[in-house]
């Protein structure tokens, strides 16, 4: 067993992609990618208040106008979206794979008088860890993208839908990646989503991973590699697995050029 010192010198090793980091194309792999360094950096890297102001109310207005109450948030990181919606008055469960994460979302609760229920859990086996049912399960931040498999995202939307209730709705957003794959990475949308000081962009670019580069002010770099999942293909599972409706939204709009957008936002409904 490590000592704690041992413990904490592990927690803020480096991250590590060997000698061939695109060959790295593993669902497993966001356990040790977002290291102690990169989630301290999380939130100079997303910056809430730039991103609440890009993304307004649209999520908390989609929830309410369904009726929701009680939401699960699958994919906390630092806790900006569970914070948000506790703030919104909806009972919030906030889970994720990440112990990291889940600490520093506690801690961003904690500053701003709230206490987080939080969970560790792996999407793939959610309902292991989680119990209750639902009215909503947000999944946000690009954060879908972390599966690599077919088969990891089928278990996963699945585990997502029996955690809804009947009439559930489950919300995913993603990156643009067709207009990447399709027409190359457009500089203009190098700080979506992130405070201006850090940039982030496609360091490579293939059918199965898009590996993006988060440079800091202070020159200090992370990576993430994920999958870049077409728009179509992420819909198409989503009713594969039961969802009955999904409408997608472009930027938070209903319309928009397939190209524009930076992220989708896909509304799921189970009935
Ligand atoms: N939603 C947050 C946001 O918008 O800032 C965090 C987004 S971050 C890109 C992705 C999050 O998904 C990380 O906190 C990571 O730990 C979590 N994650 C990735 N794959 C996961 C899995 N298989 N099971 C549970 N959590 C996972």
Known sequence: M?????NSLLEYHPQQYGDDPTSIRDTDKYTDEYVRGFVEKWDELIDWD???????NFFIEELRK?????????????????????????????????????AKAFENGRRRGHVLRTIQADWRWLNRDVTGRFDAVICLGNSFTHLFSDRDR????????????????LVIDQRNYDSILDHGFDSKHQ?????????????????????????????????LNMFPLRKQYTIDLMRQVGFQRVDTY??????????????FVHVAEKC
Do not use: N, W
């Open 154 to 169: 089928r278990k996963a939307l699945a585990e997502f839908y029996s955690a809804l209730k009947h009439d559930g709705v």
């Open 191 to 223: 700080y979506y989503y992130c405070g201006d000081q850090v940039s982030a962009r496609p360091e490579h670019m293939d059918d199965g991973l898009a590996r993006f580069c988060y440079q800091f002010p202070d020159g200090s770099t992370y990576h």
């Open 2 to 6: 490590p000592s704690d010192a041992e």
């Open 66 to 102: 369904r009726g929701v109450r009680k939401v699960l948030d699958v994919a906390t990181g630092t806790g900006f979206h569970s914070v948000r919606l506790i703030e919104a008055g909806f009972e919030v469960v906030s889970a994720d794979g990440s112990p990291y994460m889940l």
């Open 250 to 263: 472009g930027d938070f709009q209903e319309t928009y050029h397939e190209a524009d957008p930076d992220f």
């Open 50 to 56: 730039q991103r609440m102001e890009s993304e307004g």
